[in-house]
């Protein structure tokens, strides 16, 4: 039998996910940690399983923070739209400044969003509207976001059943070895002897 190499011994470290310059290698680290714990993976086999994980894992976190950060991108032109439709073009370069100031400040002063707040009460609206807007203009990134998120659950779920696979086959050739083994005519004989002793 070929004794089997200790995963301390393989180096799996060029198959870790790439980050992105905005991301922190400690989150990743940290998420690594957390699936090793949970998984414990015995040997080399299953800790590439473990980094294909982690990195499906670690993808769709990046893909949902994505469709927030567009969702965030699209509320300065949902404002401004909102207004267009509820206000109409506005009809003075100063109503175009004032307009235009709303629309950059909103992000930032508690001042301007509680203007934008109240023009939207005169309609009996509110804030909910500018996110409606945002995300209806950016529907078709969305939805190509939500398939990519599911493309990478498919393959995480792919993932953990090759795992449990790998481990339920290693433990029926394990058994096989066993039983084989103990079948050998010299390991009959001695057990044959111990019973009768």
């Known amino acids: 039998m070929v004794p089997r190499h200790h995963?301390?011994?393989?180096?799996?470290?060029?198959?870790?996910?790439?980050?992105?310059?905005?991301?922190?290698?400690?989150?990743?680290?940290?998420?690594?940690?957390?699936?090793?714990?949970?998984?414990?993976?015995?040997?080399?086999?299953?800790?590439?399983?473990?980094?294909?994980?982690?990195?499906?894992?670690?993808?769709?976190?990046?893909?949902?923070?994505?469709?927030?950060?567009?969702?965030?991108?699209?509320?300065?032109?949902?404002?401004?739209?909102?207004?267009?439709?509820?206000?109409?073009?506005?009809?003075?370069p100063a109503e175009c400044d004032a307009r235009t100031a709303l629309e950059r400040n909103w992000f930032s002063q508690p001042d301007a969003r509680r203007q934008l707040a109240k023009r939207l009460a005169d309609f009996q609206l509110d804030e909910g509207v500018i996110e409606a807007a945002a995300i209806s203009s950016q529907a078709d990134q969305l939805e190509m976001l939500d398939r990519m998120i599911t493309a990478q659950q498919v393959r995480l779920h792919r993932a953990l059943g090759a795992i449990s696979s790998y481990r339920e086959a290693f433990a029926k050739q394990v058994r096989s070895a066993v039983e084989h083994a103990t079948e050998q005519p010299a390991l009959v004989q001695l057990n044959a002897r111990e019973q009768v002793g």
């Not at 800790?47 to 990046?62: G, T, V």
């Not at 267009?84 to 073009?89: A, T, V």
């Open 7 to 92: 995963s301390e011994q393989c180096d799996v470290s060029i198959l870790e996910s790439s980050l992105l310059i905005t991301e922190s290698k400690d989150a990743f680290a940290s998420l690594q940690r957390e699936l090793a714990r949970e998984i414990r993976p015995k040997n080399v086999i299953e800790k590439i399983f473990l980094a294909d994980i982690a990195a499906c894992a670690w993808e769709m976190m990046r893909l949902r923070r994505c469709k927030d950060h567009i969702v965030n991108l699209a509320y300065g032109a949902a404002i401004s739209e909102v207004l267009e439709r509820l206000l109409g073009p506005p009809e003075t």
